[in-house]
């Protein structure tokens, strides 16, 4: 999907230019990972004014809701299952720009159009989470978006 996707304005990539060394310096000064996922949502959704931003981990056989931005959401995923099931499944970040075209999307806000979902790995390459945003608009997210978030979840090695 992502050899089909623009790459997008200076404007957000000058955004993610100034916000990864910020979210570099915070995961650096914070050894647990529940903390550190908490103020990286936090810090991605007041920068962009996304609808959810968030984290789901990888827990026994399913993907269960960690910290997020945004309302309440679904808490449990089974692989395969939805946007974020199938980032995990596939080991592919999925950049959805119509979420109404996406089979079997799971719907836990009917204000969601638009959605990215990157997986996270530990050092030996297993997913062991994704990060998953929302946007309220279609065709929020792109190649820019897929690069960057790609090098955010990479801090949670
Ligand atoms: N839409 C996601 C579910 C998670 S919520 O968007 C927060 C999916 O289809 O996996």
Redesign the pocket.
């Known amino acids: 999907m992502a050899e089909h996707l623009e790459i997008s304005s200076g404007c957000k990539r000058e955004k993610y230019e100034a916000l990864l060394p910020q979210i570099e310096a915070v995961v650096a000064a914070e050894s647990d990972p529940i903390a550190n996922m908490a103020n990286v949502a936090s810090m991605i959704h007041e920068t962009f004014g996304f609808w959810?931003t968030?984290f789901y981990r990888v827990i026994d056989d399913m993907l269960v809701l960690g910290p997020f931005q945004g309302p309440m959401?679904?808490t449990r995923?089974h692989k395969g299952?939805?946007?974020?099931?199938t980032a995990w499944l596939t080991d592919q970040t999925q950049v959805v720009p119509d979420?109404e075209q996406f089979p079997g999307?799971?719907?836990?806000?009917s204000a969601?159009r638009s959605?990215i979902?990157v997986p996270i790995h530990d050092a030996n390459g297993e997913v062991t989470g994704v990060l998953?945003i929302?946007s309220a608009e279609l065709n929020t997210f792109d190649e820019t978006d897929r690069i960057y978030l790609e090098q955010v979840a990479n801090l949670f090695h």
């Open positions: 959810w968030g959401a679904c995923i299952r939805g946007v974020c099931g979420v999307h799971i719907t836990c806000s969601s959605e979902v998953d929302d």
